[in-house]
């Protein structure tokens, strides 16, 4: 089955900076790649996602980028604010027919004022 | 806000009981995924109905087990429970329509067991 690993586990950043989280997964047929947003007991909430069609996709202060032939893809923070602290998710699945997600093992950010 | 909601918010229960654990969809979905996300961790899939029958299940026991009703309301059910089933439990539906993918998680449901 498909496998999910991110790193790093925390980042901090100053104000003003920006982040950057990166994923692998295994399975080549994987094709949709969204990313989550999940502050201290609330829900995940999908904040950009791209699909295997698009090699970079970006929404304001938010980009991703895959490199299908590696298997990587990555979520960059630009202009970083004190609000964007949480624990960010990276998953994989497969777009369209049946729709395990499989999500990484997440990343706390934590951006100083 | 996603639309989707759960029941109850938390939930305090004994290891052997048993559990059900609700979910409404947002309407029109016809796909509804569970997940269990421990503490520190990322969700992991339980299972997925779509039109009221399974359509696929992570790497999880028989002791859990699920329901998808017409009105796009779902259960998930445990039974047995053992301590490591504490956890937050996700629900999240979608529309399975080509090139419509996005997954929209309700606010979760807190089961402690003691």
């Known amino acids: 089955g498909e496998n999910v690993e991110q790193h790093p586990s925390t980042l901090s950043v100053q104000e003003g900076d920006s982040a950057v989280i990166k994923c692998t997964y295994s399975d080549s047929a994987s094709n949709y790649f969204p990313w989550y947003k999940q502050e201290l007991g609330k829900r995940p909430q999908l904040i950009i996602d791209i699909r295997s069609n698009v090699g970079e996709k970006k929404d304001q202060r938010i980009a991703v980028t895959l490199n299908k032939t590696a298997k990587h893809f990555s979520l960059h923070i630009t202009e970083t604010q004190p609000e964007d602290s949480a624990v960010y998710f990276c998953?994989?699945?497969?777009?369209?027919?049946?729709?395990?997600?499989?999500f990484g093992t997440g990343t706390k950010l934590q951006v100083i004022p | 806000e996603t639309g989707v909601t759960q029941s109850p918010t938390h939930l305090i229960k004994t290891r052997g009981q048993q559990v059900t654990l609700r979910c409404s969809s947002q309407s029109g979905h016809n796909t509804v995924s569970w997940y269990q996300q421990a503490l520190g961790q990322g969700p992991q899939f339980i299972f997925q109905y779509y039109r009221e029958e399974e359509n696929g299940r992570g790497n999880f026991p028989p002791r859990f087990s699920g329901l998808q009703f017409p009105n796009y309301s779902s259960e998930l059910n445990v039974n047995a429970l053992e301590l490591d089933d504490s956890a937050l439990y996700l629900c999240?539906?979608?529309?399975?329509?080509?090139?419509?993918?996005?997954?929209?998680f309700g606010p979760g449901t807190r089961l402690t067991v003691l």
């Open positions: 998953a994989a699945s497969k777009a369209g027919g049946y729709q395990k997600v499989t």
């Open positions: 999240a539906s979608s529309l399975k329509t080509s090139g419509r993918d996005e997954q929209f």
